[in-house]
């Protein structure tokens, strides 16, 4: 199996300031289509997971300009540039390179 | 526009059966992908099964053999029939989809989620 460290656990940032998580895969998610199969996601309280980003780095419709994402391989990022009140969350990363499809254990996000 | 509406959660004993639903709008089950994700209380995401438009499905290890995903065309449904359950597959259970074909294999459509309580 896929094994996804994502780092940190939990995340508390004022109010205008960036944010950065980390998801490291034990193995690479680039497939043999030259594709690299990493998502993003963020759960708010009492919804199911929204979708953020595709493929490493591409926004999904909708998601606000503040989340970049970048990554190859094995390493990956998110980052907000400047954290708002509504990114309150859990962010998770999620590999589909490979079953069975694994997820990171989740960074929650809060705001000072 | 395409929606999931998952269904069917419930409390049931060890050992018990249940069969959550998930009735799928804006695409048909024979086009696409549909996975089921659950989420233990407070805990995280955790993938559980997938069929896609092929018919062919696949199964995380802690519920092969014990779940069966299938769908049916005429209610443009899919199902997850459950079986001897565990106290530790007590969760949210979500059904997912790409309803944009450029997130294929991820999820950018999910149901609200459906609970279920395994315990006597």
Same mark, same amino acid.
């Given at each position: 199996?896929?094994?996804?460290? *994502?780092?940190?656990?939990?995340?508390?940032?004022?109010?205008?300031?960036?944010?950065?998580?980390?998801?490291?895969?034990?193995?690479?998610?680039?497939?043999?289509?030259?594709?690299?199969?990493?998502?993003?996601?963020?759960?708010?309280?009492?919804?199911?997971?929204?979708?953020?980003?595709?493929?490493?780095?591409?926004?999904?419709?909708?998601?606000?300009?503040?989340?970049?994402?970048?990554?190859?391989?094995?390493?990956?990022?998110?980052?907000?540039?400047?954290?708002?009140?509504?990114?309150?969350?859990?962010?998770?990363?999620?590999?589909?390179?490979?079953?069975?499809?694994?997820?990171?254990?989740?960074?929650?996000?809060?705001?000072? | 526009?395409?929606?999931?509406?998952?269904?069917?959660?419930?409390?049931?004993?060890?050992?018990?059966?249940?069969?959550?639903?998930?009735?799928?709008?804006?695409?048909?089950?024979?086009?696409?992908?549909?996975?089921?994700?659950?989420?233990?209380?407070?805990?995280?995401?955790?993938?559980?099964?997938?069929?896609?438009? =092929?018919?062919?499905?696949?199964?995380?290890? =802690?519920?092969?053999?014990?779940?069966?995903?299938?769908?049916?065309?005429?209610?443009?449904?899919?199902?997850?029939?459950?079986?001897?359950?565990?106290?530790?597959?007590?969760?949210?259970?979500?059904?997912?989809?790409?309803? =944009?074909?450029?997130?294929?294999?991820?999820?950018?459509?999910?149901? *609200?989620?459906?609970?279920?309580?395994?315990? =006597?």
């Amino acid at each position: 199996d896929i094994v996804i460290t *994502q780092t940190p656990l939990s995340l508390s940032v004022t109010p205008g300031q960036p944010a950065s998580i980390s998801c490291k895969s034990s193995q690479t998610l680039l497939h043999t289509d030259r594709k690299t199969y990493l998502y993003w996601y963020v759960q708010k309280p009492g919804q199911p997971p929204q979708l953020l980003v595709y493929e490493v780095s591409n926004r999904f419709s909708g998601v606000s300009n503040r989340f970049s994402a970048s990554g190859s391989g094995t390493d990956f990022t998110l980052k907000i540039s400047r954290v708002e009140a509504e990114d309150v969350g859990v962010y998770y990363c999620m590999q589909t390179r490979q079953f069975p499809i694994t997820f990171g254990r989740g960074t929650r996000l809060d705001i000072k | 526009e395409v929606r999931l509406m998952d269904s069917g959660g419930g409390l049931v004993q060890p050992g018990g059966s249940l069969r959550l639903s998930c009735a799928v709008s804006g695409f048909n089950v024979n086009d696409n992908y549909v996975a089921w994700v659950r989420q233990a209380p407070g805990k995280g995401l955790e993938w559980v099964s997938i069929i896609y438009n =092929s018919g062919s499905t696949n199964y995380a290890d =802690s519920v092969s053999g014990r779940f069966t995903i299938s769908r049916d065309t005429s209610k443009n449904m899919v199902s997850l029939q459950m079986g001897s359950l565990r106290g530790d597959d007590t969760a949210i259970y979500f059904c997912a989809s790409a309803g =944009s074909t450029e997130v294929r294999p991820g999820f950018d459509v999910w149901g *609200q989620g459906t609970l279920v309580s395994v315990s =006597s």
